[in-house]
């Protein structure tokens, strides 16, 4: 199974309309207990399935992310579980730019445990 994210409805559309990204849509809470990636505060909005090895990556997350932490509520909240299934929040003092989005979706791993990948490879990461 792919990354599970939780999104704000606005921008699960939007990921929906303009990517292949969806496997599954509308996941129900009971399936995906902790989302991978949350964007926004608390669990709202719809949790999404996504493919597992989509051709061109999840780095078109990073720029629909982006968008919408251009007019979201501050202090912008996207938490992404790590490798050890740890949640790392976005650092409060940045500003949510595209790399600083891109930098923190490099922590983000999905996966079962003992078989968890990079949500984003990270060139710099050593293997």
Same mark, same amino acid.
């Given at each position: 199974?792919?990354?599970?994210?939780? *999104?704000? *409805?606005? *921008?699960?559309?939007?990921?929906?309309?303009?990517?292949?990204?969806?496997?599954?849509?509308?996941?129900?809470?009971?399936?995906?207990?902790?989302?991978?990636?949350?964007?926004?505060?608390?669990?709202?909005?719809?949790?999404?399935?996504?493919?597992?090895?989509?051709?061109?990556?999840?780095?078109?997350?990073?720029?629909?992310?982006?968008?919408?932490?251009?007019?979201?509520?501050?202090?912008?909240?996207?938490? *992404?579980?790590?490798?050890?299934?740890?949640?790392?929040?976005?650092?409060?003092?940045?500003?949510?730019?595209?790399?600083?989005?891109?930098?923190?979706?490099?922590?983000?791993?999905?996966?079962?445990?003992?078989?968890?990948?990079?949500?984003?490879?990270?060139?710099?990461?050593?293997?």
């Amino acid at each position: 199974m792919g990354p599970s994210i939780g *999104v704000p *409805v606005k *921008v699960a559309q939007v990921i929906k309309d303009t990517t292949d990204l969806v496997e599954v849509d509308e996941v129900l809470p009971d399936i995906v207990e902790e989302p991978d990636v949350q964007l926004g505060g608390t669990p709202f909005g719809d949790r999404l399935v996504l493919t597992e090895t989509p051709s061109a990556g999840f780095r078109r997350l990073v720029s629909i992310i982006t968008d919408y932490a251009k007019d979201s509520p501050r202090p912008f909240e996207l938490i *992404v579980m790590d490798k050890n299934g740890n949640p790392n929040a976005f650092p409060p003092h940045l500003e949510p730019n595209g790399q600083a989005i891109l930098d923190h979706l490099t922590l983000a791993f999905y996966g079962e445990p003992g078989d968890r990948r990079p949500l984003i490879p990270d060139e710099n990461r050593p293997s």
